[in-house]
Structures are given as C-alpha cells and as structure tokens.
C-alpha cells in the first residue's frame, strides 16, 4: 500500500488531508471579528468554496466562530466561520453560513479557476 498517497487519520479519527473543494490563490486584506474581542487584521492566502486561510497578526482562539470581511474582485464579502486550523501565524477557517456570501465565494472560485485554466493553457 502507497502510504504517500493514503488517507491519514488523527488521534481523534478525523481525516486529514482530502479537501472537499480546490484551493485557489487569494490574497487580499482580512478582517477576523473574534466574539467579544477586538479585531484581527491579517492577509489570505487561499480561498476555497468551503473556508478561507490567513495570514493573521494576532491569535484568535481555535474552534470559536468568527464574523470574517475580505474583498473579492466581485465585492467585499461578510462571513461567518469556525476557526479549524492553526500552525504559527497561518490559521484555517471553514464557512459556516449559506446565502449571498456563500455565492459570491462560488462565483469567485469559478473566476479563479477559469483564470488558473487560461494560464495552464499558455
């Protein structure tokens, strides 16, 4: 069995490492409203349907929920996400809500990914 390319399981039993949407290069500016704390200013750095990854200047407590604001070519986006992941300054949070929020980070994606099908092709 190829164990590069198996499946791998934490302590907990969660799997790690399939991702249910394709990442795609974003950086922009972002603003993290943690709960009853002040503001975390940071940068993306990638965007997928499903969450977001930043850059963040302040930690921000993981498995909280969080108010998030960033700017996509299309608009500016206000989102609700859990904070996932964290390794240094690089944290991971998964959107929480549907509605226009969540369409404008589809359409975005599919932008994004039309855009990465062009440059692949030249």
Not at 72 to 78: K, L, Q, R, S, T
């Amino acid at each position: 069995m190829d164990t590069a390319s198996s499946p791998t399981w934490d302590s907990n039993s969660a799997f790690i490492g399939a991702r249910r949407h394709r990442r795609f290069k974003l950086e922009t500016c972002i603003c993290v409203y943690p709960r009853n704390e002040p503001v975390v200013r940071g940068d993306t750095v990638d965007l997928s349907e499903s969450g977001i990854s930043a850059v963040l200047r302040e930690e921000v407590p993981l498995g909280g929920v969080v108010r998030l604001t960033f700017t996509v070519p299309a608009g500016e986006i206000e989102i609700l996400a859990l904070v996932r992941q964290r390794n240094a300054f690089r944290y991971g949070f998964q959107f929480m809500e549907g509605g226009p929020a969540s369409m404008l980070v589809r359409r975005t994606c599919a932008e994004l990914a039309m855009k990465q099908v062009l440059h692949e092709g030249r």
